[in-house]
């Protein structure tokens, strides 16, 4: 498995707006991407937001990952700071 990790900028975005974007839009719509198979979805009061899905397999993660790059803005007020994958050693 591996996983995508991407990190963003989301202090301009009013915080009920952004928690509501995460529940209904983004999770939602990562959960219909090929090959997934968990996702964490979070942001703190700072505006730091954090995104972690797994795939199971090296070419799912890189389709997503592919597709993201740091300083697009997602959204208004959401700006991409960060995009890793990663191979997942171990879960709990």
């Known amino acids: 498995m591996f996983a995508v990790l991407v990190e963003v900028d989301n202090s301009g975005e009013d915080p009920e707006a952004r928690a509501r974007g995460l529940r209904e839009e983004l999770a939602p719509a990562m ?7 968990s996702g964490i979805f979070a942001s703190d009061e700072d ?3 954090l995104m972690l899905v797994v795939y199971d ?3 799912h993660a890189d389709a997503v990952a592919g597709r993201l790059a740091i ?3 997602t959204r208004p007020g959401v700006t991409i700071t960060r995009v890793q994958l990663a191979e997942v050693l171990a879960t709990a």
């Open 31 to 37: 959960k219909q991407t090929p090959g997934f198979v």
């Open 47 to 49: 505006g730091l937001g």
């Open 57 to 59: 397999s090296r070419e």
């Open 71 to 73: 300083g697009m803005s």
